[in-house]
């Protein structure tokens, strides 16, 4: 066998993403806080960048005059002067270099005034808006553990049972309840605590705020908070510690026969019981819910006729590149490592001030193309929401599938009907026969406007729902596609949702 090296040359294409064209993808899948975030942060690590403070210099303007502390032809004596170095002697008197010594003062806040590379800082009497956010800016939530805790230094107990219930509070979930039983928390070799300092720790923890913390499971955290009500719940007690896979199984029927009650008696137990936190650790340590900011506006027209789309840009600074700047980077004057470093920083904010003008006008007209396709949601409502390919609005504005996607990425529309995700008017669907288009969107609001409208005495299956749905024009609709449907909706089977 011979081994051996040999070139060859072959062709071939290969696409490469320039790094201006990365940068414009990434602005353009941004969302609106986002987007903020980012201006942010070139403004504090690009000098040449700045927000502009009033509407854009026409470039066709003639350009202002140099400053006078600049014209040096006009002044040669002054600028030789200025240059020629100082001799500060106390053996001989020098009159005149004290006295350009005391000039220097005032010439450098002149030129300071004028040069103009340097940002103002904020008058006195201006508030700092930095400080104005960070006090406007709330505090960490405190969490479930950090609340109990906090209560938990306040009960008096034998330090076993101190120590059994700070264990016990490291086992509560965010809902509140403990998810590992006692006998696991037990280790007579490893804490100086046994299995009744364990239950008498837990009896103190479930006495704690919110009410039904520390509860192992649906029936004591009822039953918790039920035992420590004002109101006489005798009959409710009972209902949940005998009777409660009967309760979430809706057999009032049965439990009505066992209980020796009406159904009447059952249903007022059940909505007293309603009151009742089934997740109690939620009221502190409850999820954050993150701001949703509309990118798009679409209102009605004047007229009535039509639809106007406009961005909702307002909290977007205008941008632009210092002047200053720009006029360093193109002196000979300036020094090679200057220059280069003024013209890449002006490169890159060319690119951002060019790729957030671009994204504007790639949503702009994506939302155009939708506006102009789902006419009829507008118009209508959700159950008109029609099936939407990207393709179709990729071609209407004349870019790529994948740059409809980035730009519709986390961007909202505010409608009449509400706000509603960009990508919610892109979903597949099913024809009927006359060829209506229905999308899965507003079949499952079809679906819910069903289930609303239904006699609760006697609740529709799913088999029974379908045939509602064809009646409605939504035809080729199987029985377990409802069924998906209704569970993603959160709509319980037939037999939970009905009413004795």
């Given at each position: 066998?011979?081994?051996?090296?040999?070139?060859?040359?072959?062709?071939?294409?290969?696409?490469?993403?320039?790094?201006?064209?990365?940068?414009?993808?990434?602005?353009?899948?941004?969302?609106?806080?986002?987007?903020?975030?980012?201006?942010?942060?070139?403004?504090?690590?690009?000098?040449?960048?700045?927000?502009?403070?009033?509407?854009?210099?026409?470039?066709?303007?003639?350009?202002?005059?140099?400053?006078?502390?600049?014209?040096?032809?006009?002044?040669?004596?002054?600028?030789?002067?200025?240059?020629?170095?100082?001799?500060?002697?106390?053996?001989?008197?020098?009159?005149?270099?004290?006295?350009?010594?005391?000039?220097?003062?005032?010439?450098?806040?002149?030129?300071?005034?004028?040069?103009?590379?340097?940002?103002?800082?904020?008058?006195?009497?201006?508030?700092?808006?930095?400080?104005?956010?960070?006090?406007?800016?709330?505090?960490?939530?405190?969490?479930?553990?950090?609340?109990?805790?906090?209560?938990?230094?306040?009960?008096?107990?034998?330090?076993?049972?101190?120590?059994?219930?700070?264990?016990?509070?490291?086992?509560?979930?965010?809902?509140?309840?403990?998810?590992?039983?006692?006998?696991?928390?037990?280790?007579?070799?490893?804490?100086?605590?046994?299995?009744?300092?364990?239950?008498?720790?837990?009896?103190?923890?479930?006495?704690?705020?919110?009410?039904?913390?520390?509860?192992?499971?649906?029936?004591?955290?009822?039953?918790?908070?039920?035992?420590?009500?004002?109101?006489?719940?005798?009959?409710?007690?009972?209902?949940?510690?005998?009777?409660?896979?009967?309760?979430?199984?809706?057999?009032?029927?049965?439990?009505?026969?066992?209980?020796?009650?009406?159904?009447?008696?059952?249903?007022?137990?059940?909505?007293?019981?309603?009151?009742?936190?089934?997740?109690?650790?939620?009221q502190i340590a409850r999820p954050d819910n993150h701001p949703i900011t509309a990118d798009v506006l679409v209102e009605p027209g004047e007229d009535g006729a039509g639809?106007?789309?406009?961005?909702?840009?307002?909290?977007?600074?205008?941008?632009?590149?210092?002047?200053?700047?720009?006029?360093?980077?193109?002196?000979?004057?300036?020094?090679?490592?200057?220059?280069?470093?003024?013209?890449?920083?002006?490169?890159?904010?060319?690119?951002?001030?060019?790729?957030?003008?671009?994204?504007?006008?790639?949503?702009?007209?994506?939302?155009?193309?939708?506006?102009?396709?789902?006419?009829?949601?507008?118009?209508?409502?959700?159950?008109?929401?029609?099936?939407?390919?990207?393709?179709?609005?990729?071609?209407?504005?004349?870019?790529?599938?994948?740059?409809?996607?980035?730009?519709?990425?986390?961007?909202?529309?505010?409608?009449?009907?509400?706000?509603?995700?960009?990508?919610?008017?892109?979903?597949?669907?099913?024809?009927?026969?006359?060829?209506?288009?229905?999308?899965?969107?507003?079949?499952?609001?079809?679906?819910?406007?069903?289930?609303?409208?239904?006699?609760?005495?006697?609740?529709?299956?799913?088999?029974?729902?379908?045939?509602?749905?064809?009646?409605?024009?939504?035809?080729?609709?199987?029985?377990?596609?409802?069924?998906?449907?209704?569970?993603?909706?959160?709509?319980?089977?037939?037999?939970?949702?009905?009413?004795?």
């Open positions: 066998m011979k081994l051996e090296m040999r070139g060859q040359l072959r062709m071939e294409q290969q696409m490469k993403l320039a790094p201006r064209m990365i940068q414009s993808m990434e602005i353009l899948q941004l969302p609106m806080l986002a987007l903020q975030e980012r201006i942010e942060q070139e403004l504090n690590t690009n000098p040449v960048l700045e927000m502009q403070e009033g509407p854009d210099p026409d470039p066709d303007a003639e350009a202002p005059p140099e400053p006078a502390s600049g014209a040096a032809d006009e002044a040669p004596d002054e600028t030789v002067e200025a240059e020629r170095d100082l001799v500060v002697d106390v053996d001989t008197s020098h009159v005149n270099d004290f006295e350009r010594l005391d000039r220097m003062d005032d010439d450098f806040h002149d030129l300071m005034e004028q040069s103009g590379p340097f940002r103002p800082r904020t008058a006195p009497d201006e508030p700092d808006k930095k400080l104005e956010a960070l006090k406007n800016t709330a505090a960490p939530p405190q969490s479930l553990h950090e609340y109990l805790t906090d209560q938990w230094r306040l009960i008096e107990a034998p330090p076993p049972v101190k120590n059994a219930g700070r264990m016990i509070i490291d086992y509560i979930d965010d809902r509140g309840y403990l998810t590992v039983r006692l006998e696991q928390l037990h280790n007579k070799d490893k804490h100086d605590f046994g299995i009744d300092d364990l239950h008498a720790a837990l009896d103190l923890v479930q006495q704690l705020d919110p009410l039904g913390v520390g509860a192992r499971d649906l029936r004591e955290c009822l039953l918790i908070q039920i035992a420590q009500s004002h109101e006489d719940l005798l009959f409710e007690y009972d209902l949940v510690d005998q009777h409660l896979g009967l309760l979430l199984d809706n057999r009032l029927p049965e439990i009505a026969q066992r209980m020796g009650c009406d159904l009447d008696r059952v249903n007022a137990a059940i909505r007293r019981l309603s009151k009742f936190d089934t997740s109690p650790g939620l639809y106007v789309v406009r961005l909702v840009d307002s909290s977007l600074p205008p941008l632009r590149i210092n002047d200053y700047y720009a006029k360093m980077a193109r002196d000979a004057a300036t020094g090679d490592k200057t220059r280069k470093f003024l013209q890449d920083n002006i490169r890159s904010a060319q690119w951002i001030i060019d790729a957030i003008r671009q994204r504007k006008q790639t949503v702009l007209n994506v939302t155009r193309s939708i506006v102009k396709r789902q006419r009829d949601f507008f118009d209508k409502g959700e159950l008109y929401l029609k099936p939407l390919p990207m393709a179709a609005v990729a071609q209407d504005v004349g870019v790529h599938i994948a740059t409809v996607s980035r730009a519709v990425s986390g961007k909202y529309v505010q409608c009449p009907w509400g706000i509603y995700p960009l990508r919610k008017f892109f979903s597949g669907g099913t024809e009927s026969a006359d060829g209506d288009g229905h999308s899965w969107d507003a079949i499952k609001a079809k679906l819910q406007q069903i289930v609303d409208a239904e006699d609760k005495s006697n609740p529709l299956s799913d088999d029974e729902i379908r045939t509602r749905l064809i009646d409605a024009g939504v035809s080729d609709l199987a029985r377990r596609t409802v069924a998906k449907y209704r569970k993603l909706l959160n709509i319980p089977a037939a037999r939970f949702r009905r009413k004795y």
